[in-house]
């Protein structure tokens, strides 16, 4: 089984319990959310605890390890586990709704690094997991105070095509990002402060526009007229939200992080060696930006 050669450098523990005031929103992207990853891993190696996360996809998996205070453990899942059929496999379609077997996450991965679910649940921070509601299109949020944020950000990483909906309650859902790739209007709309963006692609990204792959959109979810016609917005969403982070960024209203170099990551990328690299350019992307966002956030 391929792991990533330098696997050991990857440092696994517990997050201090300061918190500092202040909001994340963490954009989704598959693998390429090992770069967000290094990013969190850096902010906790520090002490830089942020009070909320709202993450979208993998943004929304990373966002629980980091609300758990848990430093490392989705590096390491990744990054020793992407070729470990218990993880990551066709077969996950049939046994566990999807390629990707969460179940592995909270079970196997757990008698390596043991999950905090209780600063999870009862922590004084908060964790918003966002969801796409198949019958009306629409994002839904759930946080870490309610029972189903496990299930919640299972559904918002369950990417489309490749994951049966998750159902919770008497409704289906899908990944967070077939509605909204960015969860930063959200996040102002509610009047969070201090609002810190991660985003998995360089600032400057902006998505293609094209109708290419409709037909099996309509085709593979018929049944969901809405979430058809929300997946066919989500790109040009995803560009006026960017544009938006980069305007509200130069007035000095919310801060990022996003990469200082294109790697191209596939959505399930399996070069150890890419991914390896992506985490740690996450890593020291925040560490050389730690000056500044300590400003930002008035920590001393």
Not at 148 to 161: C, D, Q, R, V
Not at 234 to 260: H, Q, V
């Amino acid at each position: 089984m391929k792991v990533y050669k330098d696997l050991d450098k990857i440092k696994i523990g517990n997050a201090t319990t300061d918190v500092v005031e202040g909001t994340l929103c963490l954009e989704g992207g598959a693998f390429r959310g090992i770069y967000t990853a290094g990013v969190l891993d850096y902010l906790m190696e520090v002490g830089i605890n942020i009070r909320n996360a709202i993450g979208v996809s993998a943004g929304a998996l990373n966002g629980m390890s980091y609300i758990a205070g848990n430093m490392g453990r989705n590096a390491y899942c990744d990054l020793k586990h992407r070729h470990n059929k218990r993880w990551i496999g066709k077969r996950h379609l049939f046994k566990n709704g999807g390629i990707v077997n969460y179940n592995f996450y909270f079970t196997d991965l757990q008698k390596e690094i043991p999950f905090n679910f209780d600063r999870l649940y009862k922590g004084d921070r908060k964790l918003i997991s966002v969801v796409t509601n198949m019958r009306t299109g629409k994002p839904e949020y759930f946080d870490n105070h309610n029972s189903l944020i496990i299930k919640a950000t299972k559904a918002s990483s369950s990417m489309p095509f490749v994951s049966e909906p998750v159902k919770i309650l008497d409704q289906k859902y899908l990944d967070g990002g077939c509605a909204t790739k960015l969860p930063i209007r959200y996040a102002l709309e509610k009047g969070y402060e201090k609002i810190v963006f991660v985003g998995t692609r360089p600032l400057s990204f902006r998505r293609e526009l094209s109708s290419k792959g409709d037909t099996i959109t309509k085709l593979t979810y018929r049944k969901y007229p809405k979430f058809v016609e929300a997946m066919k917005n989500t790109d040009r969403l995803y560009n006026e939200d960017m544009d938006l982070i980069e305007s509200l960024e130069k007035e000095g209203k919310i801060f990022t992080i996003c990469p200082t170099k294109t790697i191209e990551i596939d959505r399930l990328e399996g070069d150890m060696d890419k991914l390896g690299s992506y985490y740690w350019l996450g890593y020291n992307d925040c560490k050389a930006k730690l000056p500044e966002l300590k400003k930002f956030l008035n920590i001393e």
